[in-house]
Each structure stands twice: as C-alpha cells, then as structure tokens.
C-alpha cells in the first residue's frame, strides 16, 4: 500500500513540476576552463536567487531556470564581463529581488543600520543598569 | 514613566507577534513580475521554433504593428488551459507571435496539432536566454508590445476568459 501511494505522489509531483525535455543548457553544470572566471561566477551564483524556487540560490536550485541562469552567468563572465554587472542585468530585470546582496538604498537603509542602532541602544541600557544606585 | 518601562516589553512582544501572524495568514504572493515593462524588447535572433511557422527577431515586433508575444511549452500544463483564450485573441485579430522555450521542433509541432495555432510566428528559446532578457520567469507568460517595440504589459500564468476583453483592449491602445 505505502509504495502505491508513494508512487502516486510522485507521478502527482512530476506532473505539476513539468520539466522540458531538453538536456540542460552546456554552462549549466560544466565549470569554466579559467579558474579565476570559475570562483567569480561560482560567487556570484550563490547570490542569484532562483525564481522558480525562490528560497534558493542558483548554485543550490535543480530548477531548469536555475540551470539556464548559471549557464547565462558563465557564458557572460567567460566573455568578460564583470560579476557586478551581470547582477545588474538580473536586477533591471527581475528587481533587487533576485539579488541576496541587498543594495543601500531608501527602502535598506534600516536594514543596514540595524546592527549599530542596536549597539547604541545596548550601551544605553547598560549604562542605566550599571550605574550605582543613589541611595535614598 | 517606569510603568511605561516595565509594559514595553509585552507592547512590543504583542506588536511582533501580531505582525508575524497576520504575515504567515496573508497568502504568500510567488509572482515575479518584468521590471523591463515601459523599456524596449531586448535585441534578440531566434530561429523558428518549428516547420511551417518563421522564426521570430526583435525587429520584427518594432514595425509599427502591436503584438501579443506569449511565452509557451509544449511540455506546460497550464498553456493547454491557455490555448482556447489565444485562439479568440487570434480570431479577435490580436497578433499572437509565440516563443517555445526549451522545446524541440516535432514536440512544438504536435501541440499546436493538438490545440490549436494561433501564431503567426514561433521562436525557439532553447536555453530560456530571451526568457531572462524579458524579465520572465516561467510559462505561460505574455507580453503586450507597442508598434515601436516598447513592452506595454505582462501577464503571468495561463490567460483566463475574462483576461480576454482586457488584452484586446491592452492591444488596440498599444497601436
């Protein structure tokens, strides 16, 4: 009985998961000949979100997207292109969304400044905490 | 003032948990949706996706006539749900050009055998490159395209019935 419904499930998945059936594009999973190209773009991937998983990078994702967008990403770095200009024709695209490098701007600022307001608000506490009791 | 002190904690334990509530029962919202609406197509060469059908260039869509360029699969579920729409906007004289993305000739062939052609032109988008240049992210997509090549609007997921009038409308202001 549980191998049915195990089979069940997964005929069900692979019907919403509809892959294509063409191999995955040359650049998807062959690492570039130039070791240098290959940890630039290697980084940069881990910092692509993938959009049909959403949760992952691009290096992470099995996603066919995610496949076709490593392979965009060497085939761009191999050409020499510069990482951050590759992020920014995903951005102008897809938004800082696709991004796991949030840029510092007025909607991040918070999020940036977070740390040192916290730190500010510690010392103030702290200070109020430590200071000697006045006796009464 | 050291009342305010002692209740803060719970005041702000209240507002996050709240917060946090109301963020997990909102239904999470996956669409991506094309920054590159208002902007030119991107330059693009595609050759035809099948036999009988021209392929499709980005010079093509910047000749003065309106187009709808819908992004398709064979291999898509949703774009069979899609095709009775299309043939309407076809019969309605919307000009339909299609983008096959990671498909192969015969599979592209035997779906508009199946459901229909409502292309004028097909494009083969083999390593979903122009996908990404359009700011798309899956199938089925569409996109409305000005006579001048100037992407108007994007629709997300399969065309439904009452999408229909809005799309022709969207075609015809696009003139």
Known sequence: ????????????????????????????????????????????????RCLVCQGQSIADSNAELAGDMRALIR?????????????????????????????????????????????????????????????? | MSNLIRWAPLAVFIALA????????????????????????????LAPATSGLPGLSSADLAKGQPHLVNFFASWCGPCIAEAPQLKVLAEAGVPIVGIAVRDRPQTVAAFLARHGNPFRAIGADNASQLQMAMGSSGVPESFVIDGTGTIRLQTIGPINPQDVAGIIAAVRDAR
């Open chain 1, 1 to 48: 009985m549980r191998p049915l419904i195990l089979g069940a499930a997964l005929l069900l998945t692979s019907a919403v998961l509809a892959d294509s059936g063409l191999p995955p594009a040359p650049l998807s999973d062959t690492q570039l000949a130039d070791p240098r190209q290959e940890a630039a773009a290697q980084t940069l991937m881990e910092t692509i």
């Open chain 1, 75 to 136: 085939q761009r770095i191999a050409a020499g292109e510069k990482p951050a200009a590759v992020r920014a024709w995903l951005v102008r695209r897809y938004g800082a969304w696709v991004s796991y490098e949030p840029p510092l701007d007025r909607v991040t600022w918070l999020l940036w400044a977070a740390p040192a307001l916290f730190l500010v608000a510690g010392l103030f506490l702290a200070r109020r905490s430590f200071r000697p009791r006045q006796r009464r």
């Open chain 2, 18 to 45: 709240s917060a946090l509530t109301y963020g997990l029962a909102k239904p999470a919202r996956t669409n991506i949706t094309s920054k590159m609406v208002g902007a030119a197509v991107p330059s693009f060469k």
